[in-house]
């Protein structure tokens, strides 16, 4: 289950990863151009998230190595994103170490759940998807860092959403913790 065709659109989301970073290094791009084309780079690449499950679960052809794949993945392109955006100084650090911290933390609790044998009381959550949802929408809007439509200027809604998903991102590790603390309790003693 290496490569068949949810996996290799998992794996499409890491390559992409140098991809969206390189963009903004090559000569060949104005500004302007640089950034659209990271942008629709993302916004093509996230999508293979939704897409990469849904072909999985439709020709039953999900697997274990896809389930720990896919977050990962999910994760690479994020943060090589947040890193990019602070590097275009797009992005506060201090929200990169947020959401970058949050994920690292909550990847070690689930391993360590997952050793325990205790993933239910990490599994996910409405909120972490939310969390997710705002930073996919957040990002694109920061990459493009312009008018869209001539109506919405994708800095400025780029900056709240990536504020607000630092804040869904502290607020579902919350959760995650409070879920796993009867269990860190009981292996504490």
């Avoid at 809007?141 to 630092?166: E, H, K, M």
């Amino acid at each position: 289950m290496f490569f068949n065709l949810p996996t290799m659109l998992t794996w499409a989301r890491i390559v992409a990863i140098p991809l969206i970073v390189g963009v903004f290094y090559w000569d060949g791009f104005t500004p302007a151009q640089q950034n659209l084309t990271a942008t629709v780079l993302f916004v093509v690449f996230a999508l293979t998230d939704w897409a990469d499950g849904y072909l999985a679960r439709r020709m039953n052809q999900t697997s274990a190595f896809g389930a720990f794949l896919d977050p990962v993945a999910d994760k690479f392109l994020v943060c090589a994103s947040l890193l990019v955006l602070v590097h275009l100084e797009r992005a506060d650090v201090f929200v990169a170490l947020i959401i970058i911290g949050r994920e690292i933390a909550i990847s070690s609790l689930r391993e360590w759940m997952a050793i325990i044998g205790a993933t239910k009381s990490v599994a996910v959550h409405m909120i972490g998807k939310v969390k997710t949802v705002v930073q996919m929408v957040a990002i694109p809007f920061l990459l493009f860092d312009g008018t869209l439509l001539g109506l919405i200027d994708t800095r400025l809604w780029g900056v709240w959403l990536i504020w607000a998903s630092a804040v869904l991102t502290v607020w579902s590790m919350v959760y995650y913790l409070q879920k796993a603390l009867p269990e860190i309790r009981a292996r504490s003693r």
